[in-house]
């Protein structure tokens, strides 16, 4: 069957402590072996890889909006997946806020079967805390977990009291799931479209203080230490919320944070330049200032954060031509993601290859409990093949996600994927590798 | 850069035509002078000055701002605009023979634009044109009652005229 | 000058004096018998206001027909926003008509930035939410050169609502671009975060910002901001904040005072106050026309040198 021997390649694979030339074999979907110099078996094939590729596990995207069902103009779970390993992510967890709330088996069901057709990235579902996610009463968890759900959030908006939070982290930690949390205030929010600050004060935008988000994440921390439950803060955006992060972990409480490049790349000086009030600057937790974006990259650097997850969230192209205030909120981010790391993360020295591949792969599988982030003999073979010296041009135009709403069309970075491995196929190969054979 | 009158030579063509206005306009008390800015205005000013000299008459005098009149505003969409200047006119035209004073005649333009902002103060008797200069070239039917000095010139030369009360000596010269 | 006036932001310290220069030329018109000239003879001004407002639409109105321009009002009523067309289609069905210029009043920031991506007509703002209303700073400042005549040394002071006011923002800019010595002053609750880095004072206490100013603009509160808690009653606030006789008394003997209207009487002024000898809020009115006309002349057209 379907044998395939990639060789030549660093392997960084810090779950089973591997950095370094390694062949990987693959039989039947799954990693066989990974070790040095191994032999060509017939009928396998084998693949030299150019110079310079990285091979790691597959990357995991652990928040993704899909938009289906209900808002398949913006994206589809094909068109997501498509995305995803166009990004180099083998897998996503989409999260629950469709049209209707994944808050039943049926919906859960309905994903995984879209996901399945699509055959490209493989996609988690991650159900409701609430029904409708209204804040008022707990979804049926056992019957999301049942379904295919691997984790619990009311994301577009916090769990709306501390006692259903609080609920919430108990049952749920029945099935060791965890509670992801979109943490804010909305009475601090209120209408605010922007980070409360000096850009947003000249330029007429209401704001929204980083308070909004450290308050909810230190109400949900301390719930968590009440719990025992297992709280993860997802869009991780101020400054406060990371010590609040720092605090917790300290207490021994069970929490753990992530950031999206924007927060780590962008600040709200581009609400103003290079084109004033552009729609695609504004997202929810909003680009925050200098000292929080410095702030993030200071937790990615130093093991604060646990994840980099994409938040990726498409909006159609007319919904977000229109005045600041009315567009909604949210980026694309799945094909953007991995370029941004090398370029702004690893090649400056912040963040090793191996803490990457943690932030990326390792620790969302952990965190989710699912397989993957690593390269276990025996595992799936979900495999990601970077290419860290690949000049990118970003191109919202060529991006296989349905939307393109993205702040970084014309960006040039230094990174990018080579190929896209899922049990044991190639489902996305770039062009600039065609000749490989992958 | 041949200058073509000096100090001298405007100070005596003025005191001449101060003479012609009073010669050809039986009675004074009608009369007005109003200078185009920019030069305009202190040609009139000592037009005004001169005649009071000689007959003790006050003759009331007027400042017009012609920009928002030319034809040739708003004809290219990209540059900055010309400035404008204030309208300074402290008395009723109606009924008065006005003497629009202006320094270089040339395509007529100026006196076309400058016809069409004074009517729009009121109803005067009479329009005469007084200049200092005329170069010739022009492209549409205007004429100078008073003219200082017939000056022929080649399009592509221009002439310039300085004053005393703007740049600091009296003196018309041509430059190519 | 740009192709637009989308803010004070994008306006040099030579600009502003060409508009002020120019406008005093232009007030001189509104006192003949005519008003008019034929300036802008031919071209099509839309005023597009989406936000309701007699003062400023009828002094836009007012200055384009003393030009000569085509004037084209579009009030859009609340609902067909609600009926869902979007600005970038507004503006893209007006555009395909061929206005030389739209004069656009919003209540979003940036719908002005919007509007000048999309459209090729030159883009006036008059008023986009809370970030500008250019042509108000500047008819503020011809107002106090005309009592004043170097800007830049004074000491003015603001006072209200300012977290809301997109007049402050745009006098905040102009003021402290001509070198005045600007002073803010308002309930902590409606201060905009950072605006010190504009290069002004910040103070709670009015008393401390009018002392010998010579200059003292009013905002506007609107009532709506008790329900967000922004200070607990309107009677609070006149005896915190508002402008009362014995506050004026100690500015300069010759202050003046101004305000962008429509005034509350009680609320952010006291009646007599605004009907007193400093008061030249009447004059900010009729200066209005003058400053439009200015910047509408400014922005239409070029000429080349000759004749």
């Not at chain 1, 799931?177 to 209408?191: N, P, W």
């Not at chain 2, 009675?27 to 009139?44: F, N, Q, Y």
């Not at chain 3, 920031?109 to 509007?115: D, E």
Request: proline share 5%; charged share 25%.
């Amino acid at each position: 069957m379907a044998t395939r021997l990639l060789k030549g390649a660093r392997v960084v694979d810090p779950a089973n402590g591997r950095d370094g030339e390694f062949d990987v074999l693959i039989e039947n979907g799954f990693i066989a072996r990974v070790g040095k110099d191994l032999p060509a078996e017939q009928g396998s094939s084998v693949v030299e890889l150019p110079h310079g590729l990285i091979i790691c596990p597959g990357l995991i995207d652990m928040h993704v909006h899909l938009r289906e069902p209900g808002q398949e103009h913006k994206e589809t779970v094909a068109t997501g997946a498509a995305a995803a390993v166009a990004g180099g992510f083998t897998a996503v967890a989409c999260m629950p806020n469709t049209s209707p709330v994944n808050d039943n088996a049926g919906v859960t069901g309905y994903i995984l079967r879209k996901a399945a057709d699509a055959g490209l990235a493989r996609v988690y579902p991650i159900g409701a805390v609430s029904r409708g996610q209204l804040g008022e009463q707990l979804a049926d968890i056992a019957e999301l977990r049942e379904a295919g759900c691997v984790a619990i959030t009311d994301d577009g908006r916090p769990v709306a009291t501390a006692l259903l939070m609080r609920r919430a982290l108990e049952y749920a930690g029945m099935f060791n799931m965890t509670v992801i949390e979109h943490c804010e205030d909305q009475t601090l929010k209120g209408d605010g479209v922007a980070h409360e600050g000096f850009q947003a004060s000249t330029l007429g935008l209401r704001g929204i203080p980083g308070a909004a988000e450290s308050i909810m994440a230190l109400r949900d921390i301390s719930l968590a230490e009440l719990t025992g439950g297992a709280v993860h803060i997802a869009h991780m955006s101020a400054r406060q919320s990371l010590d609040a992060v720092r605090y917790g972990k300290a207490r021994g409480a069970r929490v753990t944070c992530e950031v999206a490049p924007h927060h780590f790349v962008l600040t709200d000086e581009m609400l103003g330049a290079p084109v004033p009030y552009d729609t695609n600057v504004k997202m929810n937790p909003p680009l925050r200032d200098v000292a929080d974006r410095d702030a993030m990259l200071q937790g990615l650097a130093d093991g604060s954060v646990d994840v980099i997850a994409t938040d990726h969230a498409p909006h159609h192209y007319d919904e977000k031509q229109v005045e600041f205030d009315r567009a909604p909120f949210g980026i694309t981010g799945l094909e953007t993601a991995l370029s941004l790391c090398f370029d702004r993360l690893v090649h400056p020295g912040i963040v090793s290859m191996s803490r990457l591949i943690e932030l990326l792969a390792v620790n969302p599988a952990r965190i989710l409990g699912v397989p993957g982030g690593s390269l276990s003999a025996g595992a799936p073979a979900d495999i990601t093949i970077l290419a860290p010296d690949l000049s990118v041009t970003v191109s919202a135009a060529r991006m296989r996600s349905k939307s393109k709403n993205t702040p970084f069309d014309g960006w040039q970075l230094r990174g990018g994927v080579a190929a896209t491995i899922v049990d044991g196929r190639t489902v996305y190969l770039n062009d600039e590798f065609e000749s490989s054979r992958l | 850069m041949p200058v073509v009158m000096d100090a001298d030579r405007i100070g005596r063509t003025l005191a001449r035509i101060a003479h012609e206005i009073l010669e050809r306009n039986r009675s004074v008390d009608e009369l007005a002078l109003v200078g185009i800015r920019t030069r305009g205005v202190p040609l009139a000013r000592r037009l005004a000055g001169m005649i009071r000299d000689i007959n003790r008459h006050e003759v009331p005098t007027g400042a017009l701002d012609i920009t928002l009149y030319r034809d040739d505003v708003m004809r290219h969409p990209l540059g900055a605009q010309p400035v404008v200047q204030s309208t300074d006119i402290p008395f009723s035209i109606d009924d008065k023979r006005i003497l629009l004073v202006d320094d270089v005649l040339y395509t007529g333009r100026t006196i076309r634009a400058a016809l069409d902002a004074l009517i729009e103060f009121g109803r005067p008797r009479s329009i005469q044109l007084i200049v200092l200069v005329d170069r010739g070239h022009r492209e549409l039917p205007i004429k100078a009652d008073y003219v200082g000095k017939n000056l022929p010139t080649a399009s592509s030369q221009s002439v310039q005229v300085h004053l005393t009360e703007i740049d600091g000596q009296d003196e018309v010269e041509i430059q190519e | 000058m740009k192709k637009d006036l989308l803010g004070i932001a994008d306006l040099s310290p030579e600009d502003i004096y060409q508009i002020l220069d120019t406008a005093e030329a232009m007030r001189e018109i509104g006192e003949r018998p005519i008003k008019k000239v034929p300036t802008l003879r031919g071209k099509t001004i839309v005023n597009l206001f989406y936000e309701p407002s007699t003062r400023t639409r009828t002094s836009f109105e007012i200055a384009e027909k003393r030009l000569s321009a085509d004037t084209l009002n579009i009030a859009v009523a609340t609902s067909s926003v609600l009926k869902g067309e979007t600005l970038a289609d507004t503006a893209m069905n007006i555009e395909a008509m061929a206005p030389d210029m739209i004069v656009l009043r919003h209540a979003s920031a940036g719908a002005c930035h919007l509007l000048s991506r999309i459209c090729r007509s030159r883009i006036i703002n008059a008023g986009d939410g809370m970030h500008e209303h250019p042509t108000q700073a500047l008819l503020d400042a011809f107002t106090i050169r005309q009592h004043n005549q170097y800007i830049d040394r004074l000491k003015i002071a603001i006072v209200g609502d300012l977290l809301h006011s997109r007049v402050l923002r745009s006098n905040v800019l102009l003021l402290t671009k001509l070198g005045a010595d600007v002073w803010l002053s308002g309930p902590p609750t409606m201060m905009p975060p950072g605006i010190e880095r504009l290069g002004v004072h910040v103070t709670t206490s009015v008393d401390e910002a009018v002392a010998d100013a010579d200059v003292i603009m009013m905002l506007r509160i609107q009532q709506e901001r008790m329900q967000g808690a922004f200070f607990p009653s309107l009677r609070e606030y006149f005896t915190v904040f508002g402008m009362t006789p014995e506050r004026v008394r100690r500015a300069k003997p010759r202050v003046i005072l101004m305000h962008p209207g429509p005034i509350n009487r009680g609320v952010e002024i006291a009646s007599e106050v605004a009907d007193g000898p400093y008061s030249v809020i009447l004059e900010q009115v009729a200066n209005g026309v003058a400053v439009r006309m200015a910047v509408l002349y400014l922005l239409a057209g070029g000429v080349e040198e000759g004749d």
